[in-house]
């Protein structure tokens, strides 16, 4: 069986390296051939597309919130124990909007779509942001195996239903006295100081329970996996089923190593076990494989959003000899 400790690689001058640019024609030229492509994403996806969760975006939606708490970043706050749900769902709402119903400021996700289109693809992703759908991905071709922005669930949970929060939020985040202009962006009120609390009658609560509502995140056991979640995950495991034993490009993007046993680990074990598979990497600063797997293995180190570029934008190769 491959070993599961993987030989990290310098980033150093990566579009000065020779092996960096053979390895992008390389990817390029098994893409091109490939039969299926899985996309195993992480976090680093969004984040290259401009979804940050801290610095100048940050400051900019969660100033006050920061100023009051100390927060450093979106995630901190997220956790913060809240004396009044109206308080919570202030700092949700903005999180969710500008995470779940505004653009990515970075085409990113589009550039993957123009990669994969025409290709036989399948998306598993932790990522919950919807960017996917946004970009122009085939709903029926993704699993959100980590929860949804967009989604409420009941806290306890006492059912496994999920419910659509779009409008709800909208409300809240101009109920603090946010604008929403013609493309969706987020606009602070006219005085640069929105209230930090949401009227009470927009607090969720449960329709069966009456307990507060919670979002569907994966923290947790009281993640909801409602029907939509399980017809995903059935339409996941028919896919590779099916592909099996076909030519199939494992492809990573910035999947870390916090839960690596989503989309890092299982993608070692199935190129390891069809031998027409190829497994890629693309990340910053943590890439690898097992040495198993190396043969068949693509690992680059780099921007995503650059990577991409040069992937679909034949302009930008550079021959390697």
């Known amino acids: 069986m491959y070993s599961k400790t993987a030989t990290m690689k310098s980033t150093d001058n990566y579009w000065d390296n020779r092996k960096t640019k053979a390895s992008i024609a390389k990817l390029k030229k098994e893409l091109e051939s490939a039969d299926a492509v899985v996309i195993g994403a992480g ?133 603090q006295g946010y604008v929403i202009d013609a493309d969706g962006t987020l606009l602070l009120p006219e005085n640069g100081s929105p209230k930090m609390t949401v009227p009470s009658e927009l607090i969720p609560y449960c329709p069966k329970c009456k307990e507060p509502m919670s979002m569907n995140l994966r923290a947790d056991n009281s993640f909801v996996e409602d029907e939509g979640w399980h017809l995903a995950a059935g339409r996941y495991a028919d896919y590779l089923r099916g592909h099996q034993n076909a030519k199939v490009i494992f492809l990573e993007l910035a999947v870390g190593f916090n839960t690596p046993g989503i989309i890092k680990y299982p993608f070692w074990r199935m190129t390891a076990e069809n031998s027409e598979a190829v497994y890629a990497c693309i990340n910053y600063r943590e890439t690898g494989c097992p040495g198993e797997i190396e043969g068949r293995s693509i690992c680059i180190n780099g921007d995503i959003g650059e990577i991409l570029l040069r992937l679909i934008n034949k302009s930008h190769y550079i021959s390697v000899t």
Not at 125 to 154: E, I, M, P
Not at 157 to 170: F, G, I
């Open 43 to 175: 976090a680093g996806l969004s984040a290259s597309a401009g979804f940050a969760y801290t610095g100048e975006r940050f400051d900019r939606y969660f100033h006050d919130f920061a100023q009051k708490y100390h927060f450093k970043d979106m995630y901190a706050g997220g956790f913060y124990p809240y004396e009044t749900l109206k308080e919570h769902w202030a700092y949700w709402s903005r999180y969710i909007y500008i995470n779940r119903y505004m653009n990515p400021p970075k085409p990113v996700y589009h550039k993957l779509y123009d990669l994969v289109k025409d290709k036989d693809y399948f998306v598993l992703t932790t990522n919950v942001d919807h960017c996917f759908q946004k970009a122009g991905f085939d709903k029926r071709r993704l699993f959100y195996t980590q929860g949804d922005y967009g989604l409420f669930q009941c806290g306890r949970p006492c059912h496994q239903s999920t419910y659509d929060n779009e409008a709800l939020v909208r409300e809240m985040v101009k109920a």
